[in-house]
Each structure stands twice: as C-alpha cells, then as structure tokens.
C-alpha cells in the first residue's frame, strides 16, 4: 500500500476537483439571473447553508498553518479555536434574522447592499465595498497562492510531473476555481461547499483518531511528553503568553461576524426559521474539522521532542509530515482532498463577494448600474482571479501583508458597521464610515511599518477595539439618525 | 444603564487595559524565546503568576472581553419576551463563562513552579478548564437559540408583520412603475 501512496494521494485530490466541475455543470443550469448568482435566489436549505458558513470560516489556515502554530506556540493558537462557538453565537444572535430579513426587504444583492439600505448613505456602502475588495485581493492571492504550492507538492512527488512549475499549477488551481465559480456563481459555491465541508469533517475525524493512537498513552502521554520539556507550552497560554493569546480570543471571537464570506451566507438562507437548525449545524461542523488543527500541532510537538520524529525544517510542514509518517495513504489521500476543499471554500466565497464588490456594488454606490449583470458577473469573476493570480505571483511581500491583513481589518471594518449597526438603532453612518477608515488605516500601516505591539497583542484586535470605540463615540455625539421606517421595524424584530 | 453605554464603558476599559500593560515594567524572561534545541519550536517565558501587577492586569483584560462577548449577545435581543427561568439559564451561562475564566487564571497560578500538575481528559488541569470550560460553555447561549427561537429570536407575530411590510413594498414598487 505504501508505495501507491502518491497515486492514492492524486486520485484522492483529482476525485475531488472533478466533482467541482460536476457541480459547476449543475450550477450552471439554476443561474439565471444576478440574484442566483450573488444570493442563490435566496432558496438554500439549511444542511447546504450550515456547511457553506463553517467551511467558508476555515481556510486553508485551519489545515496548514493551524497545526503549524500549535506545534511551534503550543496551546497558544487554541484561543482561535475555544472562542468559535461563541462567535457563532454572536453571529447567528446579531446577524442572521437581521441580515435575513433586511436583504428580502430590499431586494438586496449584497452586504454593502444591506449596509446602504440600513443607513441610507451610499458613502457608507462605497467604503464597505472598498474594505471588501481590499480584503478579498489579499486573501483570495493567498489562497490560490496556497492550493498552487500544495499541487505542486503532490505532482512534483510523482514520476512524471516532477519538474512542474508554480505558474503551471497555479493555472491548473485557478482553471478548476473559475470553472465552477463561473459557470455556478454563489449556487455552484455553496453546493461544492457542502462536498467540501464534508470532506473536511470526514477528515479531520480519521486524523484525530489516528492521532490518539500515535502513542500508546494518548493524549495524556503527549501532554506529559511536551509538559516534561516545557509547561508553559501545554499550559493554557502556550509559548505565547496570557495577553497576545486574549488578543486572538477577542479579535477571532467578535471578529467572526465581520467576515462578508461567511456572513453574506445569512442572507440566502430559505426561512429565517432555519436559523435556529443552522446554528448548532454550523458549530458541529466547525467542532470536528478543527479536530486536525488542534491534535496534529501537538502530536508532532511531541514525536519530536520524544526524539521519534527528526525535527521539522519549518513548522508549517507538521500536517504534511504527519500524513506523510503517520497516516494510512487513503487518510493522506483525504486530508490533502480535505485541504483544496477547505482553501477552495474560502476562495469561491471570496470571488463571489469580490465580484459583487466590483461589478454591483462600487457602481451602485457611484451613482450607475450595468446591464447584461450576469454576464459582467461572469467575466468579472474571471479577471478577478487572473489579477488574484498575478498579485499572487508577482507581488512579493505585498501579497503576505494583504493576507495578514484579512480578518483584523475585515473585522475592524464589519463588526462595527454591520453586527453592531444593525442591531442599534443610534449607530449613524458617520460613524460607520470612520470606523471603516481607521481599521484600514490602522492594519495597513502597522503591517506595512511592521509595527510590534506589546506581549504580541494581536493588531487586529486593536483596531476591532479601537474602531468600535470611535463607532460608539461618534453616534453618541451625533444627532439620531433617520432610519427608513421599515427597516427599523426590522430592527425592533 | 443603556446596553450602548456598557459595552461603550468595556470597549474604552479593554483598551486603558492594554496600554496600562504597556506601560508597566516588563517582567524579565517573560516572552517566548526560540527553543534551545529545536528551531522550529519556541519555548515559553516565566509566566505571569510570578507577577502579581501583570497577572492582575491580563486576568481584567480577560473577564473585560468576556463582557464584551456578553454585552453585544445582549444587545441582539436582550431579555424581551423571556420567562424568569430562561432569564436564569441565560444569567446563569453568563456566570459561568465568567467563573470558568476565572478558575483557569486561578488554577494556572501555580502551574509553572508548583509539583506536577494533575491531569483532566489527558490535558493539565488549568489546560482542560480552557479546553473543556471555555470552549463550550457557550452552548448555553446556542440552546436557548434554538430552544426559544419562535418565542423569542423570531415570534410568529413577528413574521406575520414582516411578511404584511415585503406585501406592502411589492405594491408600493409595482404602483411606481
């Protein structure tokens, strides 16, 4: 069986891209109109609905980098995980009726469309459609930058490709993302959503319980062996310290429902009474795949330090030495399955609000709308996924800086404009608009500089917590807004 | 007080918090440093329980952001429509989160320099009060959701309402056209 690993490893990934295209094909045939293409015609089940919110909240991160963290920090990068019910809560609490309601109320496309609707300003959703686009440039480069690195991992492994190139297995990533994002729009990404969801859940399940077998002693004997080397680094605040890991709580927690990928999903839900069946979905779902970030970091830390694994040229590549060493090829063959299915998931929904962004909602805002939607909505999607690929390729640090960039600022950005605005009546647009200025200002700058905050107080944290003070502070200083009769009715709801 | 005001009051707290931490003395050897004999790892520094200003600092940036967390669920909806037993369970999650918090600071006080620490569901114990406490206390919150949705996240009442306002729109655009 090992030595049909790398071939096992191949079908497994190429399986899972054919059924992309599959689902593309079927797509394409309920995309009729721009409101398919941008909202799923507001028809989504609730099992497809639950799946498309927690996939979409973990990126390839959670595959990658999560297991990375935890073996290089210890328990540090667990306060990005043990705060995700409660941001669920806060999302679902804040933001699913709401969103629900206010997008049937006005038709809406999108989440800057919403954001004009509750303030009536189209500054207001010009700037949410800026910080969106900014947001979904850095992070949809990564992302692709990210599945191309891995297909050349796993094609380079094989006989015959061993000499492919990053440029070539960036076409192949991007040909596949587009396919079905094309051809499907938000209906082809929420469904390959689903299969990806489930992969990820099937995954991380099998890996976790490989994991516990990997020592004899399970989990107790690889907190002992870590313990034995360090305390601190199994203790509650890992390597990390107590105040940059409250810093993650807060900004992972809040922050959760200020992502425009994963909160536009709660616009296109069937009945707001699904809500209450999505909810615990979602948070099963998250609670299972992140069974791979959390038991992986820490088995590799201790195969390690135990002297049974040679030590790792970087910490990144934990979760590939594990599958590679320790996992049964059909499970290796999974994971990676489960890795494109977790960075593809982030993708499309990043290329789906993107576009909106730039073919609906920046013209909307400035004063003209085009004709032929779906069609700009298609041909959007694709030059916005070649300049995805090219910032990608050829911007060096910029794309790293825009990447990190992502969740602080799109946090900063939304939670105040949207989960707090939508929820209190004397939130002005003023205020929103500040806020949305200074949490670009802040994160950019402090990556761009690269500023140190102190005991590694997370960046975005701050500008989450110093955007929502002056969102506060202004509308307390400001006179009441009007408010569009209908839509505070909504709000009193 | 006004839910606003709070959170207003929390938000303002959390971040005179983290600039008085800022500015207090930094403890010697408290960062992480890169492992001695592993590069790829980092390995901890002394912990805050040797210091009682920043152990006090960092456990009040802590219980501050769980009020925050706590101040915008209730901003959502606050108590409206609830019996006095589902005010309770909702009061009583909230403590709860508060009071796990707590006995993890608590209970990590001594974790670095104490004896060996016992072991709870094959993590160490201040570990398994983050892991087991923190991570899924919420649930409180996210059965009352699903529990109490029709009563109190979205009455019938409500929906009747909603759906009479998109009727009315529908007409009002219709006329216009």
């Given at each position: 069986m090992e030595e049909l690993r790398n071939p096992i490893i191949l079908g497994c990934v190429g399986l899972y891209m054919l059924l992309c295209i599959v689902v593309g094909i079927w797509a394409l045939r309920r995309t009729k109109s721009t409101h398919d293409f941008f909202m799923a015609g507001r028809d989504l089940g609730i099992l497809v609905t639950a799946f498309a919110v927690f996939s979409s909240t973990l990126s390839g991160f959670g595959f990658v980098g999560g297991p990375g963290l935890v073996y290089r920090?210890?328990?540090?990068?667990?306060w990005m995980v043990v705060c995700i019910i409660m941001g669920f809560n806060i999302s679902f609490y804040l933001l699913a009726k709401r969103l629900r309601l206010l997008s049937e109320l006005g038709s809406c496309l999108s989440l800057p469309d919403v954001v004009a609707l509750r303030y009536g300003k189209r500054s207001t959703a010009l700037l949410t459609a800026l910080a969106i686009l900014l947001g979904v440039l850095g992070y949809l480069a990564t992302q692709i930058l990210a599945m191309s690195v891995v297909l050349q991992d796993i094609l380079r492994a094989t006989a015959v490709l061993s000499d492919i190139s990053l440029e070539s297995c960036l076409a192949i990533s991007c040909f596949i993302l587009v396919f079905y994002s094309v051809t499907g729009g938000i209906v082809a990404s929420v469904y390959t959503d689903l299969i990806q969801g489930g992969v990820m859940i099937v995954a991380a399940t099998l890996v976790f319980f490989t994991v516990l077998f990997t020592f004899d002693g399970g989990f107790t004997e690889v907190s002992q062996t870590i313990a034995a080397d360090d305390r601190e680094a199994i203790?509650?605040?890992?390597?990390?310290?107590m105040i940059g890991c409250l810093s993650w709580f807060f900004v992972f927690g809040l922050g959760g429902s200020g992502q425009p990928h994963v909160i536009t999903k709660m616009m296109m839900y069937k009945k707001v009474s699904d809500a209450r069946f999505i909810l615990p979905l979602s948070i099963v779902g998250y609670l299972f795949s992140a069974l791979l970030w959390i038991s992986i970091g820490l088995v590799m830390r201790a195969l390690v330090l135990s002297g049974r694994h040679p030590e790792l040229a970087s910490a990144d590549a934990a979760a590939s030495q594990f599958l590679q060493h320790y996992a049964h090829p059909v499970l290796a063959g999974v994971v990676f399955a489960g890795l494109f299915a977790a960075i593809m998931s982030t993708a499309d929904a990043f290329l789906n609000i993107g576009t909106a962004a730039v073919m609906h909602d920046i013209p909307k805002a400035l004063g003209f709308q085009l004709a032929n939607g779906l069609s700009w909505a298609r041909i959007t999607t694709v030059l916005l996924t070649i300049l995805s690929a090219l910032f990608a390729l050829y911007s060096g640090d910029l794309v790293a800086i825009l990447g990190a960039f992502g969740w602080g600022t799109f946090a900063a950005a939304i939670?105040?404009?949207?989960t707090i605005g939508f929820n209190w009546k004397r939130a002005t647009p003023l205020a929103a608009n500040v806020a949305i200025v200074s949490s670009l200002l802040i994160n950019f700058l402090v990556k761009l500089y690269g500023i140190s905050l102190p005991y590694n107080i997370d960046v975005g944290a701050l500008s989450l917590a110093v955007s929502l003070l002056l969102f506060f502070g202004i509308s307390f200083l400001s006179p009441p807004p009007a408010i569009d009769p209908d839509v505070e009715a909504v709000m009193d709801m | 007080m006004k839910t606003s005001h709070l959170l207003f009051s929390f938000l303002f707290a959390l971040l005179a918090l983290w600039l008085a931490v800022g500015l207090a003395e930094v403890p010697a050897q408290v960062g992480s440093s890169v492992h001695p004999q592993f590069n790829s790892m980092q390995k901890g520094g002394?912990?805050?329980?040797?210091?009682p200003l920043q152990q006090g600092l960092s456990l009040s940036i802590g219980i501050c952001i769980l009020c925050i967390f706590l101040s915008v669920l209730y901003l959502a909806k606050g108590f409206r429509g609830l019996r006095t037993a589902q005010k309770a369970w909702l009061v009583t999650g909230a403590l709860l989160y508060l009071g796990i918090f707590v006995a993890m600071s608590l209970s990590h006080?001594?974790?670095?320099?104490?004896?060996a620490p016992s072991y709870f569901g094959g993590l160490p114990s201040p570990t398994a009060w983050m892991v087991y406490g923190i991570w899924f206390c919420p649930l409180f919150f996210s059965i009352a959701y699903v529990a109490w949705f029709d009563q109190w996240i979205f009455p019938p009442e409500d929906h009747r309402v909603f759906e009479e306002m998109v009727r009315r729109r529908q007409r009002e655009t219709t006329q216009n056209q």
């Amino acid at each position: 069986m090992e030595e049909l690993r790398n071939p096992i490893i191949l079908g497994c990934v190429g399986l899972y891209m054919l059924l992309c295209i599959v689902v593309g094909i079927w797509a394409l045939r309920r995309t009729k109109s721009t409101h398919d293409f941008f909202m799923a015609g507001r028809d989504l089940g609730i099992l497809v609905t639950a799946f498309a919110v927690f996939s979409s909240t973990l990126s390839g991160f959670g595959f990658v980098g999560g297991p990375g963290l935890v073996y290089r920090m210890g328990m540090s990068s667990f306060w990005m995980v043990v705060c995700i019910i409660m941001g669920f809560n806060i999302s679902f609490y804040l933001l699913a009726k709401r969103l629900r309601l206010l997008s049937e109320l006005g038709s809406c496309l999108s989440l800057p469309d919403v954001v004009a609707l509750r303030y009536g300003k189209r500054s207001t959703a010009l700037l949410t459609a800026l910080a969106i686009l900014l947001g979904v440039l850095g992070y949809l480069a990564t992302q692709i930058l990210a599945m191309s690195v891995v297909l050349q991992d796993i094609l380079r492994a094989t006989a015959v490709l061993s000499d492919i190139s990053l440029e070539s297995c960036l076409a192949i990533s991007c040909f596949i993302l587009v396919f079905y994002s094309v051809t499907g729009g938000i209906v082809a990404s929420v469904y390959t959503d689903l299969i990806q969801g489930g992969v990820m859940i099937v995954a991380a399940t099998l890996v976790f319980f490989t994991v516990l077998f990997t020592f004899d002693g399970g989990f107790t004997e690889v907190s002992q062996t870590i313990a034995a080397d360090d305390r601190e680094a199994i203790g509650p605040w890992g390597t990390l310290g107590m105040i940059g890991c409250l810093s993650w709580f807060f900004v992972f927690g809040l922050g959760g429902s200020g992502q425009p990928h994963v909160i536009t999903k709660m616009m296109m839900y069937k009945k707001v009474s699904d809500a209450r069946f999505i909810l615990p979905l979602s948070i099963v779902g998250y609670l299972f795949s992140a069974l791979l970030w959390i038991s992986i970091g820490l088995v590799m830390r201790a195969l390690v330090l135990s002297g049974r694994h040679p030590e790792l040229a970087s910490a990144d590549a934990a979760a590939s030495q594990f599958l590679q060493h320790y996992a049964h090829p059909v499970l290796a063959g999974v994971v990676f399955a489960g890795l494109f299915a977790a960075i593809m998931s982030t993708a499309d929904a990043f290329l789906n609000i993107g576009t909106a962004a730039v073919m609906h909602d920046i013209p909307k805002a400035l004063g003209f709308q085009l004709a032929n939607g779906l069609s700009w909505a298609r041909i959007t999607t694709v030059l916005l996924t070649i300049l995805s690929a090219l910032f990608a390729l050829y911007s060096g640090d910029l794309v790293a800086i825009l990447g990190a960039f992502g969740w602080g600022t799109f946090a900063a950005a939304i939670v105040p404009t949207v989960t707090i605005g939508f929820n209190w009546k004397r939130a002005t647009p003023l205020a929103a608009n500040v806020a949305i200025v200074s949490s670009l200002l802040i994160n950019f700058l402090v990556k761009l500089y690269g500023i140190s905050l102190p005991y590694n107080i997370d960046v975005g944290a701050l500008s989450l917590a110093v955007s929502l003070l002056l969102f506060f502070g202004i509308s307390f200083l400001s006179p009441p807004p009007a408010i569009d009769p209908d839509v505070e009715a909504v709000m009193d709801m | 007080m006004k839910t606003s005001h709070l959170l207003f009051s929390f938000l303002f707290a959390l971040l005179a918090l983290w600039l008085a931490v800022g500015l207090a003395e930094v403890p010697a050897q408290v960062g992480s440093s890169v492992h001695p004999q592993f590069n790829s790892m980092q390995k901890g520094g002394v912990s805050f329980a040797e210091h009682p200003l920043q152990q006090g600092l960092s456990l009040s940036i802590g219980i501050c952001i769980l009020c925050i967390f706590l101040s915008v669920l209730y901003l959502a909806k606050g108590f409206r429509g609830l019996r006095t037993a589902q005010k309770a369970w909702l009061v009583t999650g909230a403590l709860l989160y508060l009071g796990i918090f707590v006995a993890m600071s608590l209970s990590h006080l001594h974790y670095s320099t104490g004896p060996a620490p016992s072991y709870f569901g094959g993590l160490p114990s201040p570990t398994a009060w983050m892991v087991y406490g923190i991570w899924f206390c919420p649930l409180f919150f996210s059965i009352a959701y699903v529990a109490w949705f029709d009563q109190w996240i979205f009455p019938p009442e409500d929906h009747r309402v909603f759906e009479e306002m998109v009727r009315r729109r529908q007409r009002e655009t219709t006329q216009n056209q």
